[in-house]
T-cell receptor, first 116, second 111 residues
Framework: SQTIHQWPATLVQPVGSPLSLECTVE??????LYWYRQAAGRGLQLLFYSVGIGQISSEVPQNLSASRPQDRQFILSSKKLLLSDSGFYLC???????????????FGPGTRLTVL | AQSVTQPDIHITVSEGASLELRCNYSYGATPYLFWYVQSPGQGLQLLLKYFSGDTLVQGIKGFEAEFKRSQSSFNLRKPSVHWSDAAEYFCARGRGQNFVFGPGTRLSVLP
């Protein structure tokens, strides 16, 4: 069966510090990978989407970036954190999309980031 | 653009009572629809999904949802709520990077 891991679970960082959040998926190959942010009292916002190694689509302009160095590894980074980067970050995966076909996203446990 | 609305921000029910959470989606030829549940501080867990076929779908934890194309709705139901069902519930639609979530409905359960 497939599992998705995220770490760290919680993180407190000062403004201006760098960030690296990691997501890994087990039990599947060539997954689509996603980074979402969930701000307090808000819904989910898609940040990045990847269909393969080195292939990243950014959905929202911001000071965050994403990388996919390996097939089942997805990393969210920032060089300098802002207060507004605080939130709950969720990684998700889905099977490769067939043309026009449906897919289902499965979520990791999330990382709670607090920027002070 | 495709969208999902959940009219109820917060619902409170007594344990053992029935539950219905509302979800409406904007027009779309093939609305792939989903319900997820999120406990505090946790990730999202898939409850059920609808792609095609039988409009009444069964999910985990005793939940079911009914797709009604004429009403553009995909409401979530449970006949008897347990205290452990207290959580945030998200309706979603789409595929790939076009996955759209509703704003969520927070469910509180009274003992």
């Amino acid at each position: 069966s497939q599992t998705i891991h995220q770490w760290p679970a919680t993180l407190v960082q000062p403004v201006g510090s760098p960030l690296s959040l990691e997501c890994t998926v087990e039990g599947t190959s060539n997954p689509n990978l996603y980074w979402y942010r969930q701000a307090a009292g808000r819904g989910l916002q898609l940040l990045f989407y990847s269909v393969g190694i080195g292939q990243i689509s950014s959905e929202v302009p911001q000071n965050l970036s994403a990388s996919r160095p390996q097939d089942r590894q997805f990393i969210l980074s920032s060089k300098k954190l802002l207060l507004s980067d605080s939130g709950f970050y969720l990684c998700a995966w889905s099977a490769p999309l067939l043309a026009g076909g449906p897919d289902t996203q499965y979520f990791g446990p999330g990382t709670r980031l607090t920027v002070l | 653009a495709q969208s999902v609305t959940q009219p109820d921000i917060h619902i409170t029910v007594s344990e053992g009572a029935s539950l219905e959470l509302r979800c409406n989606y904007s027009y779309g030829a093939t609305p792939y629809l989903f319900w997820y549940v999120q406990s505090p501080g946790q990730g999202l867990q898939l409850l059920l999904k609808y792609f095609s076929g039988d409009t009444l779908v069964q999910g985990i934890k005793g939940f079911e949802a009914e797709f009604k194309r004429s009403q553009s709705s995909f409401n979530l139901r449970k006949p008897s709520v347990h205290w452990s069902d207290a959580a945030e519930y998200f309706c979603a639609r789409g595929r790939g990077q076009n996955f759209v979530f509703g704003p969520g409905t927070r469910l509180s359960v009274l003992p």
